[in-house]
């Protein structure tokens, strides 16, 4: 049904589907224009985050460790869905 706002209801066994923004699917955030902008978004914050926390103990601990920390923290949301272009 097409209403004057020009949105489309979408109904499964008559429910409602709403439309939202964007929704994460699998880890991965998928907005209402099939664009990445919002997966970037929350990656690059969850990345940022995690290198001050490696950047603040970096001297504290050796580089063993320091590269499990980079192996454990950040490197999981680099490589995940880089298979994705």
Known sequence: MLHGDNSVNILINGI???????????????????????????????VAKNVGIVNKVKSLI?????LTLY???ILPYLSSCNMIK
């Open 16 to 46: 409602k589907i709403e439309r939202v923004r964007y929704v994460k699917f699998l880890g991965v955030y998928i907005d209402e224009y099939l664009r990445w902008d919002e997966h970037i978004q929350q990656i690059t914050s969850k």
């Open 62 to 66: 050796t580089s063993k460790l320091l």
């Open 71 to 73: 192996n454990s923290l």
